[in-house]
């Protein structure tokens, strides 16, 4: 059964530091590996996918990287603002996975303080 | 278009009633997903749609049930609600090939006491 895991659980960084986010899984047979963000109160939104064969994926300054083989992805998000204070959720669709359903990971809570 | 819609936003429920949540997308996805979320974790699978007329079950469907009559809405049911119940519920579609990228609805935060 895959699991997800991100540690830690909670960051605290000041405004202009380069925040990492961890996210680790199990199984290493993933099709996709993906980031949300979710803001207190809110949905979930997309900010970046990966496929399998890909070793990172980049927007901004948001880069996600990918090691299929050690089961592990990291979020990196350049220069810190305070606008980027909320949750970090990653997520594997594994190969084998019914429905293509996603299997999540407790989240990063991220706190960017001015 | 206005992509994956929920309602209500919020509800209050009183142990034993029941409601049904509301989910709606206009992509024209065939695949349907609803998850709950509660407090400081991540979001666990209740149960998924691949077409109109096929649901099946995810980690947590206790409790709950599903339809899926058209491509566009998908339906959950929750009977007789417990405290145990109450979570943030989300609905997700997607696509059936390609990346498979799922979309997100805003949630349904549901309180039951």
């Known amino acids: 059964k895959q699991e997800v895991t991100q540690i830690p659980a909670a960051l605290s960084v000041p405004e202009g530091e380069n925040l990492v986010l961890n996210c680790s899984f199990t199984?290493?047979?993933?099709?996709?590996l993906q980031w949300f963000r979710q803001d207190p109160g809110k949905g979930l939104t997309s900010l970046l996918l990966?496929?399998?064969?890909?070793r990172e994926q980049t927007s901004g300054r948001l880069n996600a990287s990918l090691d299929k083989s050690s089961g592990r992805s990291t979020l990196y998000i350049a220069a810190s603002q305070p606008g980027d204070s909320a949750t970090y959720l990653c997520?594997?669709?594994?190969?084998?996975?019914?429905?293509?359903?996603?299997?999540f990971g407790g989240g990063t809570r991220v706190l960017v303080k001015p | 278009n206005a992509g994956v819609t929920q309602t209500p936003k919020f509800r209050i429920l009183k142990i034993g009633q029941s409601m049904t949540l509301q989910c709606a997308q206009d992509?024209?996805?065939?695949?349907m997903y609803w998850y709950r979320q509660d407090p400081g974790m991540g979001l666990k699978l209740i149960y998924y749609?691949?077409?109109?007329?096929?649901?099946d079950k995810g980690e947590v469907p206790n409790g709950y049930n599903v339809s899926r009559s058209t491509t566009e809405d998908f339906p959950l049911r929750l009977e007789l609600a417990a405290p145990s119940q109450t979570s943030v519920y989300f609905c997700?579609?997607?696509?059936?090939?390609?990346?498979?990228?799922?979309?997100f609805g805003p949630g349904t935060r549901l309180t039951v006491t």
């Open positions: 997700a579609s997607g696509t059936s090939g390609g990346n498979y990228e799922q979309y």
């Open positions: 199984d290493s047979a993933i099709y996709n």
């Open positions: 990966i496929q399998s064969s890909q």
């Open positions: 997520a594997v669709k594994g190969v084998k996975a019914a429905g293509n359903k996603l299997t």
């Open positions: 992509m024209n996805h065939n695949y």
């Open positions: 749609s691949v077409g109109a007329g096929i649901t």
